[in-house]
Nanobody
Framework: QVQLVESGGGLVQAGGSLRLSCAAS????????LGWFRQAPGKEREFVAG????????YYADSVKGRFTISRDNAKNTVYLQMNNLKPEDTAVYYC????????????????WGKGTLVTVSS
């Protein structure tokens, strides 16, 4: 079955950086678009960044543009989220998600989900 496993979360001070990874198995990785979503306490899950299937196009929420970078390595079946200049409002559980078809980057459009990794940014 399809598995998505996130790693790389942790506690960081404001202005710091983290790199999240999501390792996928059980799917033809290059055939899937991949996204990162996050959910803060008491809030709905929201889109953060997405990357398309190949010759990849990237998409970002306005709140992270210029600070976060999504990338994928099809040879390693892994998608990454480089997060720079982190802010306390970036504190959330970050989820990796995969979908074959698109085009919308919303939670209910994604077919598969990881269990999440917690990112905490202290002020």
């Amino acid at each position: 079955q399809v598995q998505l496993v996130e790693s790389g979360g942790g506690l960081v001070q404001a202005g710091g950086s983290l790199r999240l990874s999501c390792a996928a198995s059980g799917l033809t990785f290059s055939s899937y678009r991949l996204g990162w979503f996050r959910q803060a306490p008491g809030k709905e899950r929201e889109f953060v960044a997405g990357i398309s299937w190949s010759n990849p196009n990237t998409y970002y929420a306005d709140s992270v543009k210029g600070r976060f970078t999504i990338s994928r390595d099809n040879a390693k079946n892994t998608v990454y989220l480089q997060m720079n200049n982190l802010k306390p409002e970036d504190t959330a559980v970050y989820y990796c998600a995969a979908d074959r078809y698109g085009p919308r980057w919303v939670p209910n459009a994604m077919a598969y989900w990881g269990k999440g990794t917690l990112v905490t940014v202290s002020s």
